[in-house]
């Protein structure tokens, strides 16, 4: 006999009271604690790492690894990825990996509003409260995502470049580098070019997708090569146009995060040197992970006020408040993603002067920190097809269309294809139970992603709360060429849709847009209401914590460290000056490798001095 088992259970007033009588009982005995507690020990560390994320995690084992005789504390405020190991692990579950709720910080947007690019005389609301996930888990996102292995095209990172002589040390050459150093590629029989292009013994562990794709998906690929799409089958190649099967970060039909390949062979390095004086005890070499740490502020030396050192972090962990230093010539790595590095930042004193005076705090260093929040909206098209065509067994994303958008909002043309410069990326899926709201049937999701936004979003603090959640605000779609490059990849994704194998031997039929169209009659309005009302994040924010020259709106410089600060870096997604035009999750471990060097370089020089 079957039994249906409610997603969401309710409590009633009995059980609230019961909760609230055991957290009573809970801080008693912290209370108690502290009360009987005799001598507290201090915590120090050469290297603190705020974050167990994509970027904590390379950095961690970089470090101890590349640095003779140091210890590492890497703060999280999630548990382990094992915790939740049945549906992160799976690549399967990916859709619902992201919707844990102990692996998640539960951040959600503001609402938005502004006129209408097709109409100017109405006002459009892009629809409040989007669901903005962050990965709060061993691994950061990389225990959550979709598990596309994009690093973007060489352009971005030359244009990072760009910015200052001293800057080249981020041009393509240098971020090639760093990809091919953390991959562990395991395409077969690869060909001289791949040769050249990827890694292989990294720990990052990189495939195929290895389903061997379903005959529904292998229709879609020429489908769209009915349309002229040109064949591409490797995106992180000399090209990133056409269409062809991704590349996930998998190993042996599971995912593989950061933390798997990385933190894991970070732990395993402990050591123990005897110390040097007489009754010296010694130091042990190792990172310690400290799950469920919720960082408050950086720990400035108030002897030095006018210099801004860092000198640790304060930080919320089983009921106390504790406090972790670094040791001489140490420093704090922020790497706590692109909304809470930058709140981490303000919380301190570091941030924009209004915001943070409006929440008295105490400025300390006046810079334009969340003032340059980039992400790729995206929107999605759904369509039914015949059934039993999908087993809902999918591992995600399984082929990748990536073209340039007509900027008036047309269907691309042939020249559109096979520019090598695209600017949408549509990543297409099998529809499986729950992914969509409402739907239960076969099909194909097509997920249009606009990988080169011109709106630029932004948060701030929403008190000095370190509990509270900052206040996002994304600017979807504020500049008119966002919105028609959109609607000229929906329109692409509807033409897709027609084509034989799919129209024909899967009976493929889009899903209406809303209840006012019908078949090809959709207006601009139509279009730019249903994009609006339906947009998403596609989980890649950056850019809260800009590299570029002080002058040009930069918080830290090339090195990643913080302007008017001493020991103090950000390493992770939020440092993008220009976001990468593909996912982000490589381009953020490339980014914490090369700090890596960074960091290894300028110990070595201090321990020299």
């Given at each position: 006999?079957?039994?249906?088992?409610?997603?969401?259970?309710?409590?009633?007033q009995?059980?609230?009271?019961?909760?609230?009588?055991?957290?009573?009982?809970?801080?008693?005995?912290?209370?108690?604690?502290?009360?009987?507690?005799?001598?507290?020990?201090?915590?120090?560390?050469d290297?603190?790492?705020?974050?167990?994320?994509?970027?904590?995690?390379?950095l961690?084992?970089?470090?101890?690894?590349?640095?003779?005789?140091?210890?590492?504390?890497?703060?999280?405020?999630?548990?382990?990825?094992?915790?939740?190991?049945?549906?992160?692990?799976?690549?399967?579950?990916?859709f619902?990996?992201?919707?844990?709720?102990?692996?998640?910080?539960?951040?959600?947007?503001?609402?938005?509003?502004?006129?209408?690019?097709?109409?100017?005389?109405?006002e459009?609301?892009?629809?409040?409260g989007?669901?903005?996930?962050?990965?709060?888990?061993?691994?950061?996102?990389s225990?959550?995502?979709?598990?596309?292995?994009?690093?973007?095209q060489?352009?971005?990172y030359?244009?990072?470049?760009?910015?200052?002589p001293?800057y080249k040390?981020?041009?393509w050459?240098?971020?090639?580098?760093?990809?091919?150093a953390?991959?562990?590629?395991?395409?077969?029989?690869?060909?001289e070019?791949f040769?050249?292009?990827?890694g292989?013994?990294?720990?990052?562990?990189?495939?195929?997708?290895?389903?061997?794709?379903y005959d529904?998906?292998?229709?879609?690929?020429?489908?769209?090569?009915?349309?002229?799409?040109?064949?591409?089958?490797?995106?992180?190649?000399?090209?990133?146009?056409?269409?062809g099967?991704l590349?996930?970060?998998?190993?042996?039909?599971?995912?593989?995060s950061?933390?798997?390949?990385?933190?894991?062979?970070?732990?395993?390095?402990?050591?123990?040197?005897?110390?040097?004086?007489?009754?010296?005890?010694?130091?042990?070499?190792?990172?310690?992970?400290?799950?469920?740490a919720h960082?408050?502020?950086?720990i400035?030396?108030?002897?030095?006020?006018?210099?801004n050192?860092?000198?640790g972090?304060?930080?919320?962990?089983?009921?106390?408040?504790r406090?972790a230093?670094?040791?001489p010539?140490?420093?704090?790595?922020?790497?706590?993603?692109?909304?809470?590095?930058?709140?981490?930042?303000?919380?301190?004193?570091?941030?924009?002067?209004?915001?943070?005076?409006?929440n008295?705090?105490?400025?300390?260093?006046?810079?334009?920190?969340?003032?340059?929040?980039l992400?790729?909206?995206g929107?999605?098209f759904?369509?039914?097809?015949?059934?039993?065509?999908?087993?809902?067994?999918?591992?995600?994303?399984?082929?990748?269309?990536?073209?340039?958008?007509?900027?008036?909002?047309?269907?691309?043309?042939?020249e559109?294809?096979?520019?090598?410069h695209?600017?949408?990326?549509?990543?297409?899926?099998?529809?499986q139970?729950?992914?969509?709201?409402?739907?239960d049937?076969?099909?194909?999701?097509?997920?249009s992603?606009?990988?080169?936004?011109?709106?630029?979003?932004?948060?701030?603090?929403?008190s000095?709360?370190?509990f509270?959640q900052?206040?996002?605000?994304?600017?979807?779609?504020?500049k008119?060429?966002?919105?028609?490059?959109?609607?000229?990849?929906?329109?692409?994704?509807?033409?897709?849709?027609?084509?034989p194998?799919?129209?024909?031997?899967?009976?493929v039929?889009?899903?209406?847009?809303?209840?006012?169209?019908?078949g090809?009659?959709?207006?601009?309005?139509?279009?730019?209401k249903?994009?609006?009302?339906?947009?998403?994040?596609?989980?890649?924010?950056?850019?809260?914590?800009?590299?570029?020259?002080e002058?040009?709106?930069g918080?830290?410089?090339?090195?990643?460290?913080?302007?008017?600060?001493?020991?103090?870096?950000?390493?992770?997604?939020?440092?993008?000056?220009y976001?990468?035009?593909?996912?982000?999750?490589?381009?953020?471990?490339?980014?914490?490798?090369?700090?890596?060097?960074?960091i290894?370089?300028?110990?070595?020089?201090?321990?020299?001095?």
């Amino acid at each position: 006999m079957s039994q249906n088992v409610p997603s969401v259970i309710e409590k009633n007033q009995e059980d609230l009271k019961k909760d609230a009588k055991i957290r009573e009982l809970w801080k008693k005995n912290i209370c108690n604690h502290d009360k009987h507690a005799k001598f507290k020990i201090e915590e120090t560390y050469d290297f603190i790492i705020v974050g167990a994320g994509t970027a904590g995690c390379v950095l961690a084992r970089e470090l101890i690894h590349g640095i003779p005789n140091i210890n590492i504390l890497v703060l999280e405020a999630g548990g382990p990825n094992a915790h939740s190991n049945g549906l992160i692990s799976l690549p399967c579950t990916w859709f619902q990996a992201f919707r844990l709720y102990d692996c998640d910080w539960g951040y959600v947007t503001q609402e938005q509003k502004m006129k209408s690019h097709v109409n100017p005389t109405k006002e459009v609301t892009v629809k409040k409260g989007i669901h903005y996930p962050r990965g709060k888990v061993w691994g950061g996102c990389s225990s959550l995502n979709g598990m596309v292995y994009m690093r973007g095209q060489a352009k971005q990172y030359n244009d990072w470049a760009a910015q200052g002589p001293e800057y080249k040390i981020w041009d393509w050459d240098h971020c090639l580098e760093a990809f091919k150093a953390l991959e562990n590629n395991s395409r077969e029989s690869p060909d001289e070019k791949f040769k050249q292009l990827h890694g292989f013994n990294g720990l990052h562990h990189v495939q195929d997708f290895q389903n061997g794709v379903y005959d529904i998906m292998s229709g879609l690929i020429d489908a769209a090569k009915n349309l002229g799409i040109p064949y591409n089958d490797d995106f992180n190649g000399e090209r990133q146009n056409g269409v062809g099967r991704l590349q996930t970060t998998n190993e042996k039909g599971k995912r593989c995060s950061l933390a798997d390949g990385y933190l894991r062979d970070a732990l395993k390095k402990v050591e123990f040197h005897p110390g040097s004086e007489p009754n010296g005890f010694g130091k042990v070499v190792a990172v310690d992970v400290r799950s469920y740490a919720h960082v408050l502020e950086i720990i400035w030396d108030e002897e030095n006020k006018n210099e801004n050192i860092a000198i640790g972090i304060r930080y919320f962990c089983n009921g106390n408040v504790r406090e972790a230093f670094i040791a001489p010539k140490g420093e704090v790595i922020i790497c706590s993603g692109t909304i809470n590095s930058p709140q981490i930042l303000m919380l301190s004193g570091v941030g924009p002067k209004e915001n943070l005076e409006a929440n008295n705090i105490k400025v300390r260093k006046e810079l334009p920190v969340g003032r340059n929040l980039l992400d790729h909206p995206g929107c999605i098209f759904v369509a039914k097809s015949a059934p039993n065509t999908i087993h809902h067994w999918s591992s995600g994303a399984e082929i990748g269309i990536i073209h340039k958008a007509n900027i008036e909002g047309k269907i691309p043309c042939k020249e559109d294809f096979f520019d090598e410069h695209p600017d949408l990326q549509i990543n297409a899926s099998p529809l499986q139970p729950g992914l969509v709201d409402g739907l239960d049937c076969d099909g194909i999701i097509l997920w249009s992603t606009l990988n080169t936004p011109s709106s630029v979003g932004y948060l701030e603090l929403n008190s000095n709360n370190p509990f509270d959640q900052p206040r996002i605000h994304l600017n979807y779609f504020e500049k008119s060429d966002d919105l028609y490059r959109m609607i000229s990849s929906l329109k692409l994704c509807r033409e897709i849709f027609k084509q034989p194998p799919l129209s024909t031997v899967y009976n493929v039929k889009e899903i209406e847009i809303n209840d006012n169209t019908n078949g090809d009659d959709i207006s601009d309005e139509d279009w730019e209401k249903f994009i609006l009302e339906k947009s998403v994040t596609t989980f890649h924010p950056s850019g809260t914590v800009k590299m570029a020259p002080e002058s040009k709106g930069g918080v830290v410089n090339h090195r990643l460290q913080v302007y008017g600060t001493k020991n103090l870096r950000v390493v992770d997604a939020s440092i993008f000056p220009y976001i990468p035009s593909g996912n982000t999750n490589a381009p953020t471990a490339m980014v914490a490798w090369r700090a890596s060097r960074l960091i290894i370089e300028d110990y070595t020089r201090k321990n020299s001095l």
